[in-house]
């Protein structure tokens, strides 16, 4: 198990170029036209960037990136200090954008139907029994003051469930 603490994780996210991020988004995006990153007004929302369409359009990004695949996608399920997580949270997220910086590959998810799949699955992802997703382990992951529990989601059977754009960069 890998654990990172909040400057850490950031340090991995900001480790992209803008180019690839431009590279990314431009892939996983067919109207793509440009990209701007989130201010912090807009980062307590659970934006890192904005994809400006080509009509004009803004798509809402949340990125989370990791150095290495390692086959499944983390979701955060429970904080250790009650607060809640980016699922439970009120969002303007459109898309999770989880990139793998080995593979050079990126799986682009829509937010509302991850969140309902993990919502109305949740129960039974606590209880490891029969849900939608096959559970591998929980794993806790220290971030900033507090941890975290994460559910790992096998990525292809999570990208066959909720709808899904996986792109090479």
């Not at 198990?1 to 900001?14: D, F």
């Amino acid at each position: 198990m890998t654990t990172h603490t909040y400057s850490e994780s950031k340090k991995i996210e900001n480790s992209l170029t803008p180019i690839e991020i431009r590279t990314i988004l431009n892939n996983i995006f067919t109207n793509f036209f440009d990209f701007r990153k989130a201010t912090k007004q807009e980062e307590l929302l659970g934006i890192d960037y904005i994809v400006i369409t080509k009509d004009i359009k803004e798509i809402n990004i949340d990125l989370k990136v990791r150095e290495k695949y390692f086959g499944d996608t983390l979701i955060e399920l429970q904080h250790s200090d009650n607060q809640p997580t980016w699922l439970q949270k009120e969002s303007k997220t459109d898309f999770v954008v989880y990139v793998y910086k080995d593979i050079k590959e990126a799986h682009a998810f829509d937010f509302k139907k991850l969140k309902e799949l993990i919502i109305n699955n949740l129960a039974k992802l606590l209880n490891k029994k029969g849900s939608l997703i096959t559970v591998k382990n929980y794993s806790k992951t220290n971030n900033r003051y507090y941890s975290t529990i994460n559910y790992t989601a096998d990525t292809i059977k999570l990208c066959e469930k909720v709808k899904n754009k996986r792109v090479k960069y």
